[in-house]
Structure formats: C-alpha cells, structure tokens
C-alpha cells in the first residue's frame, strides 16, 4: 500500500493550526450537520434513543408526503375524525366527530398548529390496519429502511407513552430527506401563522422561535413534554449553504430559542466551504505498469467542496492511499485510490479517486520494459536486505 501525504494547496504537508471553537451546547443531546457537505459539526448523545415529544410528528409527515406523492392521498381530500383522534389533548385543532377536514389543513395543522389529533387521523386513513397502533409499527419499519436505527413509534404525534423513542441523530436523518425529498411540500414548515376556522384562536402561531428572526430559518418542528424538555428540530439555509440541527432537553423555551439562534449563527460564521479538488483536474500521478502509458492521473469524479473553520489557514492536510504501481488494462473512470483529507475539529473527510482516462495495455517493448523494472526492483530489494 502506498501513501502520499500532500497540501491541496501547496507541495508538501501543512498541517491547519487554527480550529474552530467547539459550541458549547446545553442540550441533553444535539446534533448539527452541513446538508451541502455532510458535514457534522456537533454531536452530542447524539445516538441515544429519547422521547421526541412533537418532534417525531416529522415521521408522520413524511409519510403522509409519500402517499400524497404516490397518489394514495390528495391535498383536497377529506378525512374523518375518529372519537379516538378527538380524545387526544395538549396541543390540537380542536376537531370533533362531526368533521370532515381536508389533508392540506391537517398538514398546515401539524406543522403550524401541532395538532395531537391531525396527526391521528393522517395516521387512522395511512394505517395498514385503520388503528394508530398499526401506523406507528409500520412508521417504525419504514423508518428502519431509511436508516433511522434509534427510532421506535408507539403514536403518531409523540405524545409520552413507554417505548416511543427517537435520537437526535435519527432526527436530522429524517430533516434531511424530507427537505431532499419533498421541495413542493417543505415551504409549508416556513409558515408562522395558520387559524384553521378559528375555533383554536389560542393556538395559531408557529412555535418555531427562529422563523423571522432574519438568520434564514425555514423548519421545521418543535417539540416539548415534561419527559422530554424542550426541543427543536431546526433548519436555516444563507446564501448556498444549509445546516441542518436538532437539540432537546433544555429546560424552558426561553432557552431553547436562544441557543438554537446562537447555534445557527455558529455554524454559518465559523465554517467555510471550500472547493479541495475539480472533477478531472489530477490529484496526483501514479505510475503504471505493461500499458501503453506510463503514469495516470487520479482524479474526483466531481468538484469537491468541503468545510473548513473559517481561522484555519488555506492549506489542507491530506494524503492518497493506493497500492501500486497499477497494471494495465485501466478504465477511465476506475476506482484506483482514495483521498484523506484531515480538518481541524472536523471528521476526516475520505474520497475515491478514479483514473483519469483509459490505459489499455502496451506493445512488446512496454512488456519487455516493464519485465525488466520488475527484475531490478526484486534484485534491488533483495540487496537490501542482504546488507
């Protein structure tokens, strides 16, 4: 194997002696991620599984947004209200037996309104067998398709009940695709306000305490029991960039809005992104062996833009790992290396590097070159070790 180091932005190694500082987060637990990169910077608990409370009705939408999209639902539809959707209390629209509400209310509902009862009776027309019980289990296999590993839903709404349990990590999952997934769907977490017929005057604003603060936040969902503190599944997009967080535990509102602003302000004022690398441009030359070139350019298969903290210097730590020299026959496009590249205060960012072009093998003279560089290496090697 075979390893490079080398600065993207200079010759040798420089290594960043700058760092960001770490955000000091009063959350139980917290998680932040750069969408454009994928960058995470912050986590903490991150993995545990938790009570949600309001947070996990995102799951509930998201599969509402999944049958919508398939033509299972339509926004103009309307649902009825089961006596065990109105027995629900907390925050609600207020609905009664005697209803018949269309989807795209239940949704600005959910999102505006937190609505404990929208969401039951989403969950009673989506369910396989019509009961919130069986909408849950099947948003818990669901969810396990999509990666949410610490996730388990015993309702549709969060509200406190043994075994319902979300990690912050499994929530921003879940953000992440239905930002990714549903764009038609996503401006509905932006709105503030949404009064239903008036019959709930006290309970029409969104408790989202970023939207209209000016720091481009978007969504989406807050959340708060007694078990569970208050949280924020948040998103705030400036310029290209969007970061997308989660935190909860904290143990007022008060607080809850004030670091998640701070957190947001963070994370867009101490990161930078920064293109390392362009899509064909040569990382680095390797040698080839028996083709009718003698090197190969590794190159990414796409621009590559990472995050930086916005004090380190403009030299990147990084190496190439490969094992060669590599034997032709090549394929423009074949998987020959990979890049590491090393931030401070950030997780190593690892990429494949491909070649740059096709490398058939060569003639009778390439073999016979090639043949006798084999020959003295070995004979080269073995008088090494001899000494």
Sequence with gaps: MTILRLSLAAVFLVATTLSAVAFDTQARAAYVLDQGTGTVLLSKNADEPLPPASMSKLMTLYVTFEAL????????????????????????????????????????GIVVMSGNDACVVLAEALSPDGTEAGFARFMTQRGQKMGLTQSTFTNSNGWPQAGHRMSAHDLAILADRL??????????FAEEEFKFDGRAPANTRNRNPLLGLGVGADGLKTGH??????????SAKQGDRRVIFVISGYE?????????????????RHFDEKTVARAGEPVLKAEVWRGDQSTIGLVTAKDLTILMPTLASNDIAAEVVYNGPFNAPISRGEKLAELVINRAELPEVRVPLVADRDVPLGGFRVKMATAAQQMIKRLTSGSAEAQ
Excluded at 225 to 234: K, P, Q
């Design 69 to 108: 999209r398939d033509g299972r639902l339509t926004l103009d539809e309307r649902l009825p209200v089961s006596n065990h959707a109105m027995s629900y209390g907390g925050s609600t629209m207020f609905l009664d037996t005697q209803d018949r509400v269309r989807v795209e209310d239940l949704l600005r």
């Design 179 to 188: 930002i990714s997934d549903f764009p038609e769907f996503y401006p509905l």
């Design 225 to 234: 029991t007694r078990e569970a503190g208050y949280g924020l599944v948040g």
């Design 252 to 268: 007022s509102a008060a607080q809850r809005a004030r670091e998640a602003e701070a957190l947001v302000n963070w994370s867009f």
